[in-house]
Each structure stands twice: as C-alpha cells, then as structure tokens.
C-alpha cells in the first residue's frame, strides 16, 4: 500500500510538472506565433520598401540634375527628362504608400504631393524660358523651381530616414518580444520542475513519518517490547 501511495505522489509530481510546462509552453507559443507572424510580414515588406526608396531616390536625384543643367543650358530636353524622372518617382511613391505602415503613409503622401508641385513648377519654368529667357518672370519661376527641388528634397529624406528607422525599430522590438517570449518558456520549465520536486519533497516526508512510525512499532514488537 505505501509503494503505491510512493507511485502516487511521483506520478502526481510528474504530472504537476508537464502540466505546467504545457500550459506555459502553449500560452508562449501562440504568443511567439504571433510574433513571427508579424516579423514575417515586415520582412517580406522590408526588402520592396527599401527598394522603391533607393528607386525614388534616384528618379529625384535624376529630376534635380536635369533641372540644374536646364537652368545652364535652357534645353528643353533636361526638363522633359526631369518631368519624366519625377513620373516614375511618383509612380514609385504611389505602390509604396500601399506598403508601409500606418504612420509612414502621410510622409509618402506629402512627397507625392511635393513632386506634382515639383513637375508643376518646372514646366511653368520652361514654358516660361520659352518666351523670354532673359524675362524678369522667368527668372522668377527659375528661382520658385529651385526652392520647389529644394522643398521636395527635405521631404523625401524626412520620408526615408523615417521609414528606415520604422523598419528597424520594429526588428529590434520583435526581437526584444521573441527573447521575453524564449524566457518565459525557460521560467515555465523551472517552474514545473520546481513544484514537481517540491511536491514530491513534501508529499514524501508526509507519507515516511506514519513509515518511521510503523519501523519503529516493528522494531519494538521484534525486541519483545
């Protein structure tokens, strides 16, 4: 009967410590599921993001050259390339604004807008060396079309520091949330183990002192007592 009740409290021991390790383990599975879930969908977005900013990057880099050489040579040629270079920037802005996360998305707004206003001002520009190079209304519209690069220039590095750093910020936070996550399954396992030791520690010392107690009748019987 007492090696059964010693079978008892082990398998209750046992029992006690999967249960915990499962219950635990579970909860930070789904936890960690979720985790990866999100991390998965960043990545997958993160290298088409960082794509299309290198690809507006240089379609703006292209459009402001071209400007700068118009404002040179007046050769109507550079302001269609740079109108055409903004066209992709903008077609670019337009697939990433669909893309990035929710408080990323004003910023892709503002350059897109920045660069309608951009082509806008350059075009009045060249329309405007057209008639009279020299005019004190092209002069004007030259210096507005600079101010305009200048303007959109600010905005689409705003635009790209930003989401870079949403970017990264969220790797090292599902990072962060992974590792609390791997040590919460490890406190889960300590602590199964823990209780099934301590269970088996206190139900052991409670079923060995009516042991001691009957070993102890037993050696007064035997000695005649």
Known sequence: ??????????????LIMVTIIIVIGATSFFSSRKIIQNMSLILRKKQPMLESLEHIRQYFSEARNNVTLFSYEKKSEFINSAVSSMDLAIEKSIALS???????RD???????????????????????????????????????LVTVKETSSILGLMINDIRGHI????????????KSQNFVL????????????????????????????????QHIAQGN
């Open 1 to 14: 009967m007492k090696v059964l009740s010693f079978r008892i409290v082990r398998n209750l021991s046992l």
């Open 168 to 179: 990264r910020g969220f790797e090292i936070n599902a990072f962060i949330m992974a590792k």
């Open 107 to 145: 910023e892709v707004e503002n350059f897109i807008l920045a660069s309608k206003r951009f082509k806008m001002a350059v075009s009045i520009y060249a329309n405007e060396v057209k008639v009279d190079p020299t005019s004190a209304s092209a002069l004007d519209m030259e210096q507005f079309a």
């Open 187 to 218: 406190l889960g396992v300590f602590m199964g183990i823990t209780l099934g030791l301590l269970t088996i520690f206190l139900m052991g010392k409670a079923l060995m002192i009516p042991i001691n107690r009957l070993v102890e009748a037993t």
């Open 98 to 104: 669909k893309i990035v996360a929710e408080e990323d």
